[in-house]
């Protein structure tokens, strides 16, 4: 006797672009909010980066006089300022204040959790909306380069856990997702590019054009451009949304990961580098060091990678760093290649690592030689010295 | 700029229904494990109840004999034992055991955990295993009366925090479920009774007929008599699954829980009286109460009321416990009331409560009057000892 229990779920959300959120005309989130309430306020929560905090110092009375001026949202409890970047994920500390903020603040599942920080605090505040009294909404609005084109945009949430980058975790989408330009405003540099990484590997694996644009917007970001970073945020944003949409496994149930890009090695080197590395730093080397491979291979014309090369070089970004290395500082860290199988055992079963044949053309492998890795470092150390990076 | 996101996940699993899953010739396991494995064996791990290893004190060794007959499964790591019962729920300790043993085992998105025991310890497990590498497979294989037919069935799981219960959980699906009726040999009258008062719930608010069917079996049920109770865990398993499959709402976002009558003063009243009430006492209490409530609110006929406080005695459930009172123990208890609100908060939005109007049919009400909630508690009362329970 066997009971067939089958059915599907639909999931939708809205990932909307404005600028200055919280001036008092701006009603995007009052929209959000209020949409499919039956009566009565809309009852929300904040959870706030304090690195976002301490850059924009009238940031939560800005909120406050917003919220003073909307009946229609009441705001169960003060702001709860968290620890930013990603310690905020390296303890259940955090996490553990969140769910007291929901907890006491009586935020039950018809109510809002909204969370406004870079993609770690949104990782860790998206852990607690999801598993707190099963899932309760959650308003994403990232405030970095590299959360409002990529991590904010999808479905994954998650702490480390056991030193485990993302051990506990969930597949749950956002209510919604707000990206305000604005908030990019305070990132130094280094923030700033870092998203751009993300940006640069998903053109590669599907979209062509889009790297010929970022070719031709490395001076404008470099400066700063509001417009260009507008416009870079929008499409990478979209190719990750559709990308989602579009497969046959928005939670990953199967073994592929082709947004992966470049991933295997930029986790392991952002551990291994004490967390000194920005995300889209490290991701930057490891599609510098995946590049490296693809030519080493046989997958890719080395003139091709000498264009991805320097682009990213181009673009400002440092291509080696010391934890490439092992002790000697010549042969490939062994630490690394662990790295491999960690990344096999997250996803689980087969190794799926993508790699590309050219510039937009994607492509899945499920080994990689280790003395290729070796060989591929060793090009990319040649390749870092050729192009110089700008002087940003 | 909007980006719309839209798109859904279809999620199936088998309940299969068995006797003696681990006897030699038994190949339900196998099946399920290896049935899209590419290549390799199926990675398996074993998270046991305490209660059950101690009731049957031959299980591991008979999980060890029928895995060593199988090349097809790689046993990870030895069993793990956890505590039974709520307790299992009730602080982290047991939750980070069963993530220790999935981090420490390797197990990966592709390998599987399997459970085995009462609906705490399957609520437990699927808890670690949902949000462990962002949700590992889980088979469950529930060991109790209460699990096979309730709890086991569905796509809950959850652990209680700051003293509330299932604050922490998720709705995501197993991977399987295995019913083994010889798992319910070894339990007590009381856990063999308690999954009982689950199905004396889905008939009355789904199935008239079946709620007859157990009108003619409460002395087969009394007696311990193995096909009645396969009968009923079928047909009660079959309602709930076929719920979850026909409702819009299988995760539950809206407000409405129309398999949770009886439920809000069960919830209540285990907490109250320091879960010493099984989960299945509890409910037929809060069923008798919520029925003698529709009887006061004239939703239904006081001789509807009778014909099933007559059957849930007849089943051998005490209906009146002390908790339902206050100190001087004839004013209903401040605290049960108290649970309402509870009941709303963890539902979220509108307080729903489902009630009937005749065996077989319900309806929800959106408030429960105070004075009729005590009118009904003197009334359970008075119909307790009307109907004397059976002799067991």
Redesign the interface.
Known sequence: ?????????????????TRDLFSPDNDTLIKILTKDE?GGPARVVFVLDAGLTQAMSGLISTIGAYLSNHDDIQLLAPPLVVTGGEETKNSTREFIRT??LI?TA?V????YVVAIGGGAVLDMVG?AA???????RHIRIPSTTLSQNDSG?GV?N?IN??G?K????????PYAVINDLNLLQTLDIRDWRSGVAEAVKVALIKDKNFFQWIEQHTGKLNERDTDSMEELI?RC??LH?SH??GSDD????G?SRPLDFGHWAAHKLEQLAGFELRHGEAVAIGIALDICYAVEAGYLDDLEADRIVGVLRQLGFDLVHPALFGQDGKEINPALIKGLEEF???????LTIPMISEIGSKFDVHEMNHLLIEAAARTLLQKQELYAHSPS
């Open positions: 006797m066997v009971i067939k229990q089958k059915f599907s779920i639909d999931f939708q959300y809205d990932v909307i672009f039956n769910l007291e907890d009586k039950d599942r018809h109510a852990f999801a598993v707190a009294h099963r899932g309760i945009v994954k998650g856990y056991f485990k993302n051990f506990l975790g969930t597949f749950v989408p929008i944003a979209e949304a989602i949409r928005p939670f990953e149930m073994s096999r055992e997250h996803l689980g079963g087969h």
